[in-house]
T-cell receptor
Framework: DTGVSQNPRHKITKRGQNVTFRCDPISEHNRLYWYRQTLGQGPEFLTYFQNEAQLEKSRLLSDRFSAERPKGSFSTLEIQRTEQGDSAMYLC????????????FGPGTRLLVL | DAKTTQPTSMDCAEGRAANLPCNHSTISGNEYVYWYRQIHSQGPQYIIHGLKNNETNEMASLIITEDRKSSTLILPHATLRDTAVYYCIVRVDDTNAGKSTFGDGTTLTVKP
């Protein structure tokens, strides 16, 4: 069990560019979550997958954001035409569907949009 | 999911017990109380959860009041490494459960 991993850990980009983040969950976990966290705030839910199906999306997930989990394993989160307001920590978590579901978080990708 | 209320910050002396309160007065009968913590620049880490009985694990104890409207996370012997933001969350825990709704948490500072 190597835990949840996220890449890259840091990303600096210019406004208007597209960025993509990757999350590798714990191998047997069938649920995967994306959260966004800005400075001084708790994580805010963006979306989650059960296997390859995207089951819920937050209103925070604008048209510029898209997430995929093509084979039910790793997931990508893409932000198109980045804006300065997208600067945040993007956190991924995974869990095993069922009772006593506990989400295990990765270290996050910190995005800075200049 | 029910909303939670936590103090913004707390201090604790190293080696003493840290008691972190959480109010969740609108909790429903099928909602569990979860606690996570987040050390600076890391992802949140699961600590403990419970429904109505008190729970204990190697990290902490969770005391839930009889009416379930509040709870307390207890770190029995706080160390400097316990300095973190602690989040109390309530959520339904069934096969259709998904997101967790985090508040702003309590910043615990353990002092030497």
């Amino acid at each position: 069990d190597t835990g949840v991993s996220q890449n890259p850990r840091h990303k600096i980009t210019k406004r208007g560019q597209n960025v993509t983040f990757r999350c590798d969950p714990i191998s047997e976990h069938n649920r995967l979550y994306w959260y966004r966290q800005t400075l001084g705030q708790g994580p805010e839910f963006l979306t989650y997958f059960q296997n390859e199906a995207q089951l819920e999306k937050s209103r925070l997930l604008s048209d510029r954001f898209s997430a995929e989990r093509p084979k039910g394993s790793f997931s990508t989160l893409e932000i198109q035409r980045t804006e300065q307001g997208d600067s945040a920590m993007y956190l991924c978590a995974s869990s095993l569907r069922g009772l006593w579901e506990t989400q295990y978080f990765g270290p996050g990708t910190r995005l800075l949009v200049l | 999911d029910a909303k939670t209320t936590q103090p913004t910050s707390m201090d604790c002396a190293e080696g003493r017990a840290a008691n972190l309160p959480c109010n969740h007065s609108t909790i429903s009968g099928n909602e569990y109380v979860y606690w996570y913590r987040q050390i600076h620049s890391q992802g949140p880490q699961y600590i403990i959860h419970g429904l109505k009985n008190n729970e204990t694990n190697e990290m902490a104890s969770l005391i839930i009041t009889e009416d379930r409207k509040s709870s307390t996370l207890i770190l029995p012997h706080a160390t400097l490494r316990d300095t973190a933001v602690y989040y109390c969350i309530v959520r339904v825990d069934d096969t259709n459960a998904g997101k967790s709704t985090f508040g702003d948490g309590t910043t615990l500072t353990v002092k030497p």
